[in-house]
């Protein structure tokens, strides 16, 4: 069974006369363990597929399932369940709790999954530690360079353990050394711990990190196909 | 839901960040806090002050006084009539099923002596039964007999005033002073009632036996005339039944037709004072009810604020939102921190408002009393004020959608 389902999913956004058809059509499969990158232009409707099968918006029509279960009938709060323990977030602005220690940003999701706060603790700085942050568990974002914000976010998407990491443009904000760096952080995450990786990205540099490359245009999948690594 | 002190400490966290603005917000209900225990004190001290007044009169008191009289077409004033005894007084104590004590009073003033001081005070002839109406003790000695009231023995229990100003430090039991110049052994001293709600000095005052002031003090028109009954009700509630039962029975002793108007007047002292109490207890609450709208007015400022504050961390909504905050975690974070303003508020509230009833007392001189009732209903309401002004915020964020959170800039 694939972990990611999607048939004939659409998104219409009701804004000004006619309305945006931000998705049209999407059916696509992806299974336990793969690294995947959604690719297309601004507006073509990646952002909005990640973020419907990120359980973060619904879809107008067509259906959804993650692991087996319909998304479609679940209230709020079991959505919230969802993103809480099989779904971690990346995003491209970060998207960490200023004026918060990055051990306690990286802590958020565990707290809403009612781990007592010591075992809180060890899990987030033991998250810290594998990506690389020794030492700097206690600054606040604002004390941090983009790579490693961008670092404790990823912290922040794994400590949960969910099996699925979406990361929306993570590179965006960063140089190209950095970019390559976090990138390789994901591959070998992929690698080590089959954790399935779905990327949203508009650079082919950045694409090419992964195993299979779903092109988006005017909210419809043109192509889908595996990256032959030379 | 995530637990109260995780949430508490986010809570606490947001609101340090913002420290002017959560104090001025704060300092809202600190206000309203102060000003309703400041009004309930102030209140509360009042009818306090009025029900130790009626303690000090003795409880549950009727007095009966002689009707007007008319002489030549002037009306005199009430109680000018001689028409009570102490047979009437003997009748009401034996008859009334609602009495439980009677003192006929036979009352003046008059110069008294001892040694080189000499002192003007009132005295009250009377029976033993007086300490019982009036609910007074005695600080030394004995009271007077009925074999004394028998035998118009010359013998007197005095008030502290008087006791202070003929003995000063000196022990007055089995002294002799000189009343009108007739010589009376003083036997008792009477406890100290302080001043009557007039301002009158309750212990300014000597009393004999009945006997002996009618015949060797103050005379009188007929044997046996009193000047007034004071009757004690067996309890609060048989205080209109003992009004009743005296006022027929009287009418009857007087030989009064059913058309005839009473020579004598009951005076319920008890019921008076209690309608002066009952009003400052509707003093009391207008007051607080007053104090309270700037309490409400506090709430709003907390509501205002939180509804600032709830648009301000639309992102950091959003970002609880995807990684799993549910409907209620967002709701119980945002009234947790709107009940953290009121109730710190509160706090600081009522330790400004029992300073301020402290001053009050000390520099005004109005009697306040903070009641703990008063500082556990200021600091539930101010509770309430969070969680009922926190609540429209909170909820308002809870309905946020995650991905326009997450985008709102």
Redesign the interface.
């Known amino acids: 069974m694939a972990l990611i389902e999607t048939q004939k999913l659409a998104k219409f956004y009701d804004v000004g006369e006619e309305g945006v058809q931000a998705l049209a059509d999407v059916s696509v499969k992806i299974d336990h363990g793969e690294f995947v990158a959604i690719m297309g232009h601004s507006g073509s409707g990646k952002s909005t597929f990640m973020?419907i099968i990120g359980c973060?918006?619904q879809p107008t029509s067509g259906q959804y399932l993650l692991d087996g279960t319909n998304i479609g009938g679940l209230s709020?709060?079991e959505l919230?369940?969802i993103?809480?323990?099989k779904i971690?977030?990346v995003?491209q602005g970060f998207?960490?709790?200023s004026?918060?220690s990055a051990v306690e940003n990286v802590e958020?999701?565990l707290?809403?999954?009612?781990i007592p706060?010591k075992e809180r603790k060890r899990r987030s700085l033991l998250a810290l530690k594998t990506l690389g942050l020794e030492g700097r568990e206690y600054h606040h974002p604002n004390q941090l360079s983009g790579g490693q914000q961008q670092r404790v976010a990823i912290a922040?998407a794994l400590v949960?353990e969910a099996p699925i990491l979406m990361a929306d443009e993570p590179t965006g904000n960063l140089d190209t050394k950095t970019s390559i760096e976090i990138m390789e952080l994901l591959v070998q995450l992929n690698r080590d711990t089959h954790t399935t990786i779905i990327l949203v990205t508009h650079e082919p540099d950045i694409a090419a990190f992964s195993k299979r490359i779903i092109q988006f245009t005017d909210g419809r999948v043109i192509s889908d196909k595996e990256v032959i690594k030379s | 839901m995530?637990?109260i002190?995780?949430t508490l400490r986010i809570a606490l966290?947001a609101l340090w960040?913002n420290k002017m603005r959560s104090s001025l917000t704060m300092l809202g209900i600190i206000i309203g806090v102060s000003a309703v225990i400041i009004m309930l004190a102030v209140g509360t001290g009042a009818s306090q002050k009025i029900s130790e007044q009626i303690s000090s009169i003795g409880s549950n008191l009727l007095i009966v006084v002689p009707g007007s009289s008319t002489q030549g077409g002037i009306r005199m004033g009430g109680g000018s009539q001689s028409t009570l005894t102490k047979d009437d007084a003997d009748a009401i104590q034996k008859e009334c099923s609602s009495v439980s004590v009677v003192a006929p009073m036979h009352n003046g003033s008059a110069q008294v002596v001892y040694g080189n001081q000499n002192w003007s005070t009132s005295i009250q002839g009377t029976t033993p039964g007086i300490l019982e109406v009036k609910d007074c003790g005695l600080t030394a000695g004995r009271n007077m007999t009925d074999q004394d009231v028998r035998n118009a023995n010359k013998v007197c229990l005095l008030g502290q005033t008087v006791v202070d100003n003929l003995f000063g430090s000196m022990d007055p039991i089995g002294q002799i002073i000189r009343i009108k110049k007739i010589p009376f052994m003083v036997i008792g001293v009477l406890e100290s009632k302080g001043q009557s709600l007039v301002g009158q000095d309750q212990d300014d005052t000597i009393i004999i036996p009945l006997t002996t002031a009618q015949k060797k003090i103050f005379g009188t028109t007929f044997p046996g005339m009193v000047r007034s009954i004071m009757v004690k009700a067996k309890s609060a509630e048989d205080l209109t039944i003992a009004e009743r039962q005296v006022n027929d029975l009287l009418r009857q002793r007087h030989r009064m037709g059913p058309t005839k108007e009473d020579d004598f007047t009951v005076r319920n002292l008890t019921q008076m004072l209690q309608m002066a109490e009952t009003a400052t207890n509707i003093m009391t609450l207008l007051l607080g009810a007053i104090a309270s709208v700037s309490l409400l007015v506090g709430g709003i400022g907390i509501m205002n604020i939180m509804l600032v504050s709830v648009t301000e961390r639309t992102?950091?909504i959003?970002?609880?939102?995807?990684?799993?905050?549910?409907?209620?975690?967002i709701r119980v974070q945002f009234i947790i921190e709107a009940l953290t303003l009121s109730l710190i508020g509160g706090i600081v509230g009522i330790i400004i408002g029992a300073g301020g009833s402290a001053i009050l007392s000390a520099v005004v001189g109005w009697p306040t009393v903070v009641s703990p009732l008063s500082i556990l209903l200021s600091f539930g309401f101010s509770g309430l004020v969070g969680i009922f002004f926190g609540f429209y915020p909170a909820y308002k964020a809870s309905l946020l959608?995650?991905?326009d959170a997450?985008r709102f800039e």
Request: hydrophobic fraction near 40%; avoid cysteine; proline fraction near 4%.
């Open positions: 973020n973060l918006d709020r709060d919230a369940k993103r809480n323990q971690g977030f995003f998207n960490l709790l004026r918060t958020i999701p707290l809403y999954n009612h706060a922040r949960n | 995530i637990s002190l995780s966290r960040v992102r950091e959003g970002i609880r939102m995807a990684v799993g905050a549910k409907t209620w975690d959608n995650p991905i997450l």
